[in-house]
């Protein structure tokens, strides 16, 4: 028997470091059948991307490529000889670099993403026989302003404040002839989205195909100047994208036996790659519409997309630039707080758990880089972990030691207009988790500097912060602990009673915050257990039990909007990162994501969203959400590192060495022999192991001089090595260690020396235990569930909506004064790039009946269909119409609600209330629902933004008394469904605007932009 045997074999001479090669990356290739339409992504570390479909033109209203904020184009679209080349035809291949179609005759379009910084696209056209080809772009926008320089067209547009310049280049030598009629322009025309003159930006060449390159900027100029410098060399941003893939692929270089988890592993390097910004100092939340930064997501991120990885100074980018944005003001409640989501200028603090998060990226930062001269900066007076305690414990915490927060301030979120959909107010079980944490660490980032812990400042308010954990543990065992051996309560209430709803929060208190269940026996194994049984499928981790009637089993569903099945049963991506962790095991949801990362969804990548239970007929849950997330993507990464590896770094209280680590390693046994690059703070380490029926050998590398030695704790804690409960290695001279354990299945054998104490012959489990699908929580729909039920007020049909009667009477048809949707007289638009001039100005308003209906027709000067609701025909525009309908037998009302802050006339006051936004809801004058319509297809859109006009009828039954007795009062404002979909309500028009807030408005003000009152006969 041989246990723990070293070897000091050196390295044969002149040997490479292990790499992928640039090869690799078209064996990446994911193959994409005729017919299935899969959306993808395309993006850098600038501030651009495309998003796109495999099988049709802009299936999803979000698809088109961005530049930041602003949409430049929608999609494009290729003819031949006249003839659509359609997608949905085509076999697809998506490289990493490029996305190749392919349709018979030998017809081959490629789109290649050009440079990893500046993100220009070239459409390339090869292998087709002599032909005319036409090549669209649709717009978004109309442009300003054409100007054409023979090889390049250039449009100017103009969005809020900000204007941009975009256009084609022919990379092949092509001069663009003057636009031409042809029959696949007359074709297109109805579906473009910018048209002038009968003309659209296109290029037309005739011959063997064509070569195309989408350029960006913000002048003329500059544009002209990136134009020269990719025709200088054309291949040269094509290159710059490999090497910078490569690069990201071979960082934390990842092989094992297993070519499937190779190509998963690196697919997953590269999507996340892809969500970087600004230069790599902004990590995006996700692809399409989560294009800006939030705090909570970005530093549950940190560790997967940077510290595992090794990419220290774009983890420290992201602390400074939240450090800038943190809330200085200690007047504010929100004292000492880092943004919940920076976008575009606009900043909001409501969250309670992203400045512990950010905290913990601080500690973990120093720990991984060695770089702990940002602890010293963040602990000084006016330092970022400084401000973020003191507000926390001056404004947030409770006489019991809580931390208090709002409904909506945890990471379930999602509010509707009736408030948040999952509410967790005010104490969630993760949030004390989170404080527990910050609390510990902060206390241990002072304790690093002798000169701190002595200070007769920093000195007390470390003892305070000390004093303030155990506060918390005490209060937190007395109250989340539930007595029903179901492990943890979600939250506490307002009024102090838990909520028994079974979420898998309670994870977190063992991932983030262990030491606060001490002293309770078994807990642990209670809190795994419940999270296991009650919300682990084998594709990974609900929000909510299946077994609770508020349970939603699917994200889409035509009886509620998106938002309230969001934190309300879907599974969570990201949230199969804390199971793993906390319950060492999960392999088959891993292997279930390395399935969607090469075959289901936006290929490469991993969603923000599944639906929690496979819709009827279908074998797995449908994506949703975001199609690339970064959570999802950087938890993937995290568990691989850190859980399955076991690699940590020693906490700072535990060594005080420069460089220490532990690697408790729990194996899948899929991988087989494996190579793995560590980077240990500033020396790449080499990690492999040979796995044999009896034998395991692990051997490590130094791939740089080493500064200092580095010391491994293997098996067990550093803590627990001196007496005797692992092993260490040490790296000193860069001479490779091997060790050698003798293996009986699961198990490995090393002998543990500890000290002056015997050497002992300890076991380790050093592989996952053996799971099916069949272990974990398996899809059922109760009866009962309140999501599925139909409302008990009416439920309009299509058909009811859309009826018509030219010949109908006529009660309104009158005009209101186009120009006057500004409120009072000082109301500005949104500046977001979508609301329009026009979307909130009422023009015309004819309202006509029969004996069985009522027909509305609101005319508008200008409507927008982003398309992110196609269902609904128009978006961003709300309307109410209120109706005295003259009944003498009613209360009428006077407040017009649904966030409107508008008081009718007396004359007005209504007893009948049509809301018209994302759906159609008709209530009384006391705020009943008597009927509703909730669009689920594009059949009956209740919008048509071509035409500028809103319209529907309403059966009479419930619109009492008749029509010539009506007063009727039409009030407009920009709609908000808060994110989620559904009817929502008005928009609030503050003092000054942003991107998703009116201007000119304020306390007091109604969110009304314009009205017309119609004072019946």
């Not at 054409?148 to 103009?158: C, P, Q």
């Not at 690069?247 to 988890?261: G, T």
């Not at 000390?466 to 937190?476: D, E, M």
């Not at 979508?834 to 009522?854: A, E, K, M, Q």
Request: aromatic share 12%; net charge negative; glycine share 10%.
């Amino acid at each position: 028997m041989f246990i723990g045997l070293l070897s000091m074999n050196a390295t044969p001479a002149g040997a490479k470091p292990p790499a992928y090669p640039d090869a690799c990356l078209d064996t990446l290739a994911l193959e994409i059948a005729p017919g299935e339409n899969r959306p993808y992504v395309h993006s850098g570390y600038g501030n651009a991307f495309f998003y796109g479909s495999t099988g049709t033109e802009a299936g999803d209203g979000h698809m088109g490529f961005y530049a930041g904020e602003p949409k430049l184009f929608r999609d494009f679209q290729v003819f031949a000889d006249g003839r659509r080349l359609d997608r949905a035809q085509a076999r697809v291949t998506y490289y990493p670099d490029r996305l190749a179609v392919a349709w018979d005759g030998g017809v081959r379009l490629e789109i290649i993403p050009l440079y990893p910084d500046r993100h220009y696209l070239r459409f390339r056209l090869t292998g087709a026989p002599p032909s005319v080809f036409d090549f669209f772009l649709t717009l978004e926008q109309p442009e300003e302003k054409t100007e054409m320089r023979g090889d390049l067209i250039s449009v100017r547009t103009v969005r809020a404040q900000d204007t941009l310049w975009y256009g084609l280049a022919a990379a092949d030598g092509f001069a663009f002839p003057p636009h031409e009629e042809s029959a696949a322009s007359e074709a297109l025309q109805p579906y473009l989205a910018m048209v002038r003159n009968g003309e659209a930006l296109r290029g037309r060449v005739a011959g063997d195909g064509f070569d195309l390159v989408f350029l960006y900027a913000l002048t003329r100029e500059a544009m002209t100047t990136a134009w020269d410098a990719v025709k200088a060399d054309p291949e040269a941003g094509r290159r710059s994208r490999r090497a910078w893939l490569l690069e990201e692929i071979n960082r934390a270089y990842f092989h094992c036996a297993n070519e499937e988890i190779n190509r998963a592993v690196n697919w997953v390097k590269i999507s996340l790659a892809q969500l970087w910004a600004e230069d790599e100092t902004a990590l995006w939340a996700g692809y399409p519409w989560f294009n800006d930064c939030w705090g909570r997501d970005t530093f549950i991120s940190l560790a997967g997309a940077c510290l595992v990885q090794g990419k220290f100074a774009q983890a420290k980018a992201l602390l400074e630039r939240f450090a800038k944005w943190q809330n200085r003001d200690p007047a504010s409640p929100d004292y000492g707080r880092i943004p919940n989501r920076a976008r575009f200028g606009d900043i909001g603090y409501n969250t309670a758990d992203g400045t512990p998060w950010f905290v913990r990226g601080v500690y973990d930062y120093g720990l991984y880089s060695g770089d702990f001269a940002l602890w010293r900066d963040y602990l000084a007076d006016s330092g970022a972990v400084r401000i973020a305690m003191d507000g926390t414990l001056q404004h947030h915490t409770d006489s019991l030691g809580f931390l208090v927060h709002g409904e909506a301030e945890t990471w379930m979120d999602a509010v509707g207009v009736d408030g948040p959909w999952s509410p967790r107010g005010d104490r969630a079980v993760e949030i004390q988790a989170l404080l527990r944490d910050q609390l510990l660490r902060t206390g241990e980032m002072a304790w690093h500097f002798p000169e701190l812990r002595q200070s007769p400042e920093v000195s007390p308010l470390s003892q305070h912060w000390q004093k303030a954990a155990g506060r918390l543990q005490a209060s937190f065992h007395k109250y989340f602990i539930r007595p029903d051996g179901l492990g943890l309560y979600d939250h506490l209430n307002r009024d102090g009673t838990p909520d028994s709803q079974i979420r898998p929060n309670q994870l977190f208190a063992l991932t983030i915050a262990p030491s606060l269940l001490t002293g309770e026996e078994g807990l642990r194994e209670r809190i795994i257990a419940t999270v296991r049984d009650s919300l682990v499928y084998p594709w990974g981790v609900a929000s909510l039990a299946q077994t609770d009637r508020e349970f939603h089993p699917y994200h889409q569903y035509p009886l509620y909007p998106r938002d309230a099945a969001y934190h309300n049963g879907v599974v969570w991506t990201w949230l199969s990162g804390p199971y793993k962790n906390a319950a060492k095991s999960g392999w088959v949801i891993t292997k279930s994501e390395m399935d969607q990362v090469l075959r289901r969804g936006a290929p490469g990548t991993l969603p923000e969203l599944l639906d929690a239970v496979p819709k009827a007929g279908e074998a797995f849950p449908r994506p949703a959400g975001t199609v690339s997330q970064a959570w999802s993507l950087a938890e993937f990464l995290r568990a691989w590192y850190q859980d399955y590896l076991g690699l940590q770094p020693v906490r700072a209280t535990a060594v005080k060495t420069a460089n220490a680590w532990e690697l408790i390693p729990v194996l899948p046994r899929d991988w087989g022999d494996f190579q793995v690059r560590l980077q240990l703070r500033d020396t790449p380490v080499l990690f492999s192991a040979a796995i044999q029926d009896d034998s395991v050998r692990f051997r490590f590398q130094s791939e740089a001089p080493l500064s200092a030695p580095i010391r491994l704790a293997l098996f067990a804690p550093w803590s627990h090595v001196g007496v005797g409960e692992g092993m260490e290695i040490v790296l000193s001279d860069g001479s490779p260690e091997e060790v050698t354990f003798p293996r009986e299945g699961d198990w490995i054998e090393y002998v543990s020396p500890a000290g002056n104490l015997p050497a002992r012959t300890l076991r380790y489990r050093l592989f996952l235990p053996e799971e099916s699908p069949d272990d974990y929580l398996q899809p059922q729909i109760a009866a009962d569930l309140k999501a599925l039920q139909p409302p008990a007020h009416w439920l309009l049909t299509g058909p009811e909506i859309k009826a018509e009667n030219s010949h109908a009477t006529v009660l309104v048809d009158a005009d209101d004064p186009a120009g006057d949707d500004t409120g009072d007289g000082g109301y500005t638009y949104p500046t977001g790039p979508h609301f329009r001039p026009g979307i909130l100005d009422l023009t015309h308003v004819r309202v006509t009946y029969d004996s069985t209906s009522v027909y509305f027709r609101l005319a508008f000067r200008d409507l927008v269909q982003p398309g992110w609701r196609p269902e609904y025909g128009f978006q961003l525009t709300f309307a109410t119409i209120a109706i005295n309908t003259g009944c003498t037998d009613v209360i009428h009302r006077e407040a017009v609600g649904r966030n409107s802050g508008w008081t009718l006339p007396r004359e007005y006051a209504a007893d009948r209330f049509v809301h018209v936004g994302g759906g159609l809801r008709v209530e009384n004058e006391n705020g009943d629902v008597l009927a509703e319509f909730i669009p689920s297809g594009t059949e009956f859109p209740l919008g048509d933004a071509a035409h500028k006009e809103v319209s529907f009828a309403l059966p009479r039954d419930l619109l009492p008394c008749p029509p010539e007795m009506w007063r009727l009062a039409v009030l407009v404002g920009a709609q908000d469904d808060h994110g989620g979909g559904g009817l929502g309500e008005f928009r609030e028009v503050a003092e000054k605007a942003g991107s998703w807030t009116g201007g000119g408005g304020g306390p007091g003000k109604p969110n009304v932009y314009d009205w017309f009152y119609h004072p019946g006969k």
